[in-house]
């Protein structure tokens, strides 16, 4: 399973951006797809998660800022981040899990200026 994470930019504090995730077969097969995040010289971190019942689940750093979704039949899973903050910069990256293997994104760069 390949994952292509884009939609990564550089934007003001306080703006928007809409991450992609596209995968190379159904995400329907996926019980859980999920973003996390690192920042420079930070550990990599949980950010969201979208349930193939659609059920959502957010790291308490963006509840309420940041909403996942994914669209089964565009095989592609989507991270709408609203009211940035300079501390949401890091590498954004998609993942999933199939039959106990674990598979990443490359991960799109987003930077927030203050």
């Known amino acids: 399973v390949q994952l292509q994470a884009s939609g990564g930019g550089l934007v003001q504090a306080g703006g928007s951006l809409r991450l992609s995730c596209a995968a190379s077969?159904?995400?329907?097969?996926?019980?859980?797809m999920r973003w996390h995040r690192q920042a420079p010289g930070e550990r990599r971190e949980w950010v969201a998660t979208?349930?193939?019942?659609?059920?959502?689940s957010y790291a308490n750093s963006v509840k309420g800022r940041f909403t996942v979704s994914r669209d089964n039949a565009k095989n592609t899973v989507y991270l709408q981040m609203n009211s940035l903050k300079p501390e949401d910069t890091a590498v954004y990256y998609c993942?999933?899990?199939?039959?106990?293997?674990?598979?990443w994104g490359q991960g799109t760069q987003v930077t927030v200026s203050s």
């Open positions: 979208v349930g193939s019942g659609v059920t959502t």
């Open positions: 077969k159904t995400i329907s097969s996926f019980n859980y």
């Open positions: 993942n999933t899990d199939l039959r106990g293997q674990s598979f």
